[in-house]
C-alpha cells in the first residue's frame, strides 16, 4: 500500500487510447497506442502501450499497486442511455446500432480491461482496476504533474460521462470540483461542428480548423453568439439543439446548420472558400471568449493566479495565448497530452497521489513531464544494427560534430528528419521526432506542405525557439515548452508587405505576403506556435538550435512533427527511415549517426504506401 509503489494508467475506447506507469507520483513511461499500430488515433485497448510501458520500467502486473482507467464505464452508460431517451424517436437508428454493445462489454468496460490484462500477462496475478472520472482524470492530468503548489484547473472538452466543462482547486495532491457543465451543451461539441461542416475530420481535423481561421473574417461570430450558443458573463452556456445532430445520430449538424450557414457542408477535400475561412475565424473567436470567460471564473472561484489546463480544447494554443495575453493570470501550464491520451497519465496520477505520494516536483518549481519524453527510445546499438542490416550508408558522429554539421546543412537549406531519445507523449513533436528546416527560407513553409508532409498548403508550421532567446523573437511572456501558446512574432523581426495592395489580398493569396525575418513559421496572423527549449528539457535540441543560432544569428528553427499527412508520428529507426526515402527530407539523424540521401541505396515498395494511409 506504499506510496512509492507504480500505478498504471489506462485511456481507451473512444480515441487516442494509451497507457502511462507512474511511481510515487512520478511518471516513468507513457505512450498511445497509435505510435505502435500505426493507425492513427488508434481507440482499441493500449496493448502495445502496456506492455512496452512495464518492459521499460522492468515491472510486471503483480508489481502494481492498482491499474486506473480514465472514466467511470456505468455513469457513462446512464448518459448514453438518457440521451437515446431524450432524443427518441430521432436517435432510434443510432441506438439499434449500439445498444448491443452498450448493454454487454461496454457498460462492463472494467470487466473488459481486466481481460484485457490477463492476455497482456497471463498467469500473472491481477491488480486492483479502479475507474476515475473522465473530467478527474484531466484535472489530475493537469495539476499533479504541473510545477505549482496550488492552482486553478479548467478542463473543457466534448464530453466525458456527463461533464463537458469543469472547474476545480488544486492544492498540492488534492483536487477540489468546484462547478461543472453537462453534455449536450459543450464547447468541444461546438467547435467539432464546425469542423465537420468545414469538411475535416472531428477527432482529428480541429487544429486544421484552429490553423484555417487566420485566413478569414469572424463575420459569423455574431450569428453563432445569437442562434448557436448563449454564453453568460461567467463562461458558463448552453447551446441551442435544433441546430445540431450529435445527441442523436452519427453527424454532427444536419439542415438547420446548413440554413443558417449559407448551404451545405463542404465535401472533404473539396476546395475552400472564403466561407469555409470565415466559419473558421468565427468558431474561433467565439471559444476563445468563452474560455478566457471560464478562465476569469476558475479564477475567481479558487482566489488562484495560476491556471492549469487540460481536455481536447486545451489543445487549442490559440485560445491558450489569448488567456496570456488577456493577462487574466500570471502563469499558465497545459498538459501536453490534453486529449484523451492524457486521461491514462491523470487516473494513475490520481491513484499514486491518492495512495500517499507526494508533489516532490514542486519544490523544484519544474512540472514533472520531463519535456513529456515518456515514449520510446532506441540506443545507438540499436540504430547501429538496424543500419547494418539495412545496408543504410551513414556517419557516426561525436554530438559536437553532428550539431555543427547539421546546423551547417540546415543553414544551407535543407531538410532534416531528427530522431533522438526517448519519443513524446501527446501529439506533439518536441525534438526527439522531428523534421527540421530554416525559418528564414520564404518558400519553407510551401515546401515542406507539398513535397515532405504532403498536406493542405494553409497549414502552418512552428517554431522552435531556445528558450533565453524566445523573447527577442516572440511576445511571450513565460516559457512554452510543449508547443501549446501562441504568440505574435515580437516587433524587431516582423516586416511589412512590401507591395501595395496587400491589404484587398485574402484566403489562402496571404501566403504570398512576407510577413518576417522568419516567415516559414509566421501564421498569416504574424502569430506562430512556439515551443521553448531548455538544456534541462532537452539538451541535445538545445545544442542544435545554438549551433544554429551561432552559425546564422536566428535561434529558430522549424519543428514539424516526423510522419506524413494521416500517419502517426515515427517510433522506431524502421520508421524514421521510410519516411525520410519516402519525402524530400534530406538528411537524417538517428542518434549518434547521420545519413544524407544521395547516399542510400534506391527505395523501391511493391505498393503505392500514400494509397495506404487513411485522409486524416
Request: glycine fraction near 8%.
Amino acid at each position: 500500500m506504499g506510496p512509492d509503489r507504480p500505478v498504471l494508467g489506462i485511456s481507451a475506447y473512444y480515441h487516442d487510447s494509451a497507457a502511462a506507469l507512474v511511481a510515487g507520483g512520478v511518471p516513468l513511461a507513457a505512450a498511445q497506442e497509435e505510435r505502435f499500430t500505426r493507425r492513427r488515433h488508434d481507440p482499441d485497448f493500449p496493448t502495445h502501450a502496456l506492455a512496452w510501458c512495464l518492459r521499460e520500467t522492468g515491472l510486471r502486473l503483480d508489481d502494481l499497486a492498482a491499474v486506473a482507467y480514465y472514466e467511470d464505464p456505468a455513469l457513462k452508460f446512464r448518459r448514453v442511455v438518457g440521451t437515446w431517451l431524450a432524443t427518441a424517436p430521432r436517435g432510434l437508428p443510432v441506438f439499434r446500432r449500439s445498444f448491443p454493445q452498450w448493454v454487454g462489454w461496454k457498460r462492463q468496460a472494467l470487466d473488459e480491461v481486466r481481460s484485457r490484462l490477463r492476455e497482456v500477462a497471463p498467469g500473472q496475478p491481477l491488480p486492483p482496476v479502479l475507474a476515475y472520472p473522465h473530467h478527474a482524470s484531466h484535472a489530475a492530468s493537469a495539476f499533479f504533474p504541473s510545477p505549482y503548489p496550488s492552482a486553478a484547473v479548467l478542463c473543457v472538452d466534448g464530453v466525458g460521462e456527463w461533464a463537458t466543462t469543469t472547474l476545480w482547486h488544486g492544492r498540492d495532491t488534492e483536487l477540489l470540483p468546484l462547478a461543472e457543465l453537462r453534455f449536450p451543451h459543450s464547447l468541444g461539441m461546438l467547435y467539432s461542428a464546425f469542423t465537420y461542416f468545414c469538411g475535416f475530420k472531428v477527432d482529428s481535423g480541429e487544429y486544421k480548423l484552429m490553423g484555417l481561421a487566420p485566413y478569414g473574417t469572424p463575420r459569423y461570430a455574431p450569428l453563432i453568439r445569437e442562434r448557436l450558443i448563449d454564453v453568460k458573463p461567467d463562461g458558463s452556456f448552453r447551446l441551442d439543439l435544433r441546430h445540431f445532430t450529435f445527441q442523436y445520430g452519427q453527424t454532427m449538424v444536419g439542415r438547420a446548420f446548413e440554413e443558417l450557414f449559407d448551404g451545405p457542408r463542404r465535401t472533404p477535400e473539396g476546395p475552400l472558400t472564403d466561407r469555409e475561412f470565415d466559419l473558421a475565424a468565427s468558431v474561433q473567436q467565439v471559444t476563445e471568449e468563452v474560455m478566457v470567460r471560464l478562465a476569469r471564473t476558475a479564477l475567481a472561484r479558487t482566489g488562484e493566479r495560476r491556471l492549469c489546463l487540460a481536455g481536447g480544447v486545451a489543445l487549442n494554443c490559440v485560445a491558450n495565448g489569448r488567456i496570456l495575453t488577456e493577462g487574466i493570470c500570471d502563469q499558465l501550464w497545459v498538459q501536453p497530452a490534453a486529449g484523451d491520451a492524457g486521461g491514462a497519465l491523470g487516473a494513475a496520477l490520481a491513484e499514486s497521489h491518492r495512495r500517499g505520494a507526494p508533489r516532490t516536483h514542486v519544490r523544484r518549481r519544474a512540472d514533472a513531464m520531463a519535456g513529456a519524453l515518456l515514449g520510446p527510445g532506441y540506443s545507438d546499438r540499436a540504430v547501429e544494427e538496424f543500419l547494418t542490416r539495412g545496408g543504410y550508408p551513414a556517419r557516426r558522429l561525436p554530438e559536437r560534430e553532428l550539431v555543427d554539421r547539421v546546423a551547417a546543412e540546415l543553414a544551407r537549406g535543407r531538410v532534416v528528419g531528427w530522431f533522438q531519445g526517448r519519443m513524446e507523449f501527446g501529439p506533439r513533436a518536441l525534438g526527439n521526432r522531428s523534421i527540421l528546416a530554416d525559418p528564414r527560407n520564404p518558400t519553407m513553409q510551401s515546401t515542406l506542405n507539398r513535397k515532405t508532409k504532403f498536406r493542405e498548403s494553409f497549414r502552418p508550421f512552428a517554431p522552435a525557439v531556445l528558450a533565453e532567446d524566445a523573447k527577442d523573437w516572440f511576445d511571450l511572456t513565460q516559457e512554452s515548452p510543449y508547443m501549446l501558446l501562441t504568440a505574435q512574432v515580437a516587433a524587431a523581426q516582423r516586416r511589412e508587405p512590401e507591395s501595395a495592395g496587400t491589404e484587398a489580398v485574402t484566403g489562402l493569396d496571404l501566403l504570398r505576403v512576407p510577413r518576417s525575418t522568419i516567415p516559414a513559421v509566421t501564421h498569416v496572423d504574424g502569430s506562430a506556435r512556439v515551443q521553448t527549449v531548455t538544456a534541462q528539457h532537452n539538451a541535445r535540441f538545445h545544442a542544435l538550435l545554438t549551433a544554429f543560432r551561432d552559425r546564422t544569428g536566428c535561434p529558430v528553427l522549424v519543428n514539424t512533427s516526423f510522419n506524413v499527412r494521416g500517419e502517426p508520428i515515427v517510433r522506431d529507426p524502421e520508421e524514421a527511415y521510410a519516411c525520410f526515402m519516402r519525402t524530400q527530407i534530406d538528411l537524417l539523424a538517428l542518434g549518434d549517426f547521420l545519413l544524407d540521401k544521395r547516399d542510400q541505396p534506391p527505395w523501391c515498395e511493391e505498393e503505392d504506401w500514400r494509397a495506404a494511409i487513411p485522409v486524416d
